[in-house]
């Protein structure tokens, strides 16, 4: 079957840090993969994406890269921000698809302090 | 510009009651989705649209009815209120064929059965 799995958090950073969350999934065909970020109180928005093998995401200094080898699409930023803390969701749509049905990961609490 | 939005955004329930969460969209999306997020556990799907006047069950449906008179709305209907269900409650749409366009949240329904 088709499943999303990230790492356990929380992840508490200092402020600056260097950021990466991981995720595997395992899929039928060729899924395509999504970041969602979810924000105290609000719902979830989409981060970033990628739709087929080695594509790279990126939005907002964020970046996950399709590894199609290793069943991975880590998420990565060069330096974090106070106002980057949240919830974070791997998610995957299946390669036959066609009703945009998600399947997520547990998601990832990340608190970055100043 | 609304989007997707939820209401109410929060309700306590007692144990058999019943209550309808309500769910509209003003994009014009053809497809709707009901998702759960309990802690830990990311979001899992339990109904879902691909038009109006179809639905379908998703991973978890048990307790729970949809309807989709409309494009706009995607009412979600919980008839005897169970302690299991209580947890956060979001709707979504998606405009395209859905295999990687994104998903619009709302803000999420909080619900607490006691």
């Known amino acids: 079957g088709n499943s999303v799995t990230q790492m356990e958090g929380p992840v508490t950073l200092s402020e600056e840090a260097f950021l990466t969350i991981n995720c595997t999934y395992t899929a039928t065909g060729y899924p395509s993969l999504f970041w969602y970020v979810q924000y105290p109180g609000e719902g979830l928005q989409l981060l970033l994406k990628a739709t087929k093998a080695d594509d790279k995401g990126s939005n907002k200094g964020f970046e996950a890269t399709y590894r199609k080898e290793t069943t991975s699409f880590h998420l990565e930023k060069g330096s974090v921000q106070v106002s980057d803390s949240a919830v974070y969701f791997c998610?995957?749509?299946?390669?036959?698809?066609?009703?945009?049905?998600?399947?997520f990961g547990q998601g990832t609490t990340l608190q970055v302090k100043p | 510009n609304a989007g997707v939005t939820q209401t109410p955004k929060f309700r306590i329930l007692k144990i058999g009651q019943s209550m309808t969460l309500q769910c509209a969209q003003d994009?014009?999306?053809?497809?709707m989705y009901w998702y759960r997020q309990d802690p830990g556990m990311g979001l899992k799907l339990i109904y879902y649209s691909v038009g109006a006047g179809i639905t379908d069950k998703g991973e978890v449906p048990n307790g729970y009815n949809v309807s989709r008179s409309t494009t706009e709305d995607f009412p979600l209907r919980l008839e005897l209120a169970a302690p299991s269900q209580t947890s956060v409650y979001f709707c979504?749409?998606?405009?395209?064929?859905?295999?990687?366009?994104?998903?619009?949240f709302g803000n999420g329904t909080r619900l607490t059965v006691t």
């Open positions: 998610a995957l749509t299946p390669g036959s698809s066609n009703t945009g049905k998600l399947i």
């Open positions: 979504a749409s998606c405009g395209t064929t859905g295999h990687n366009s994104p998903l619009h």
């Open positions: 994009m014009n999306h053809n497809y």
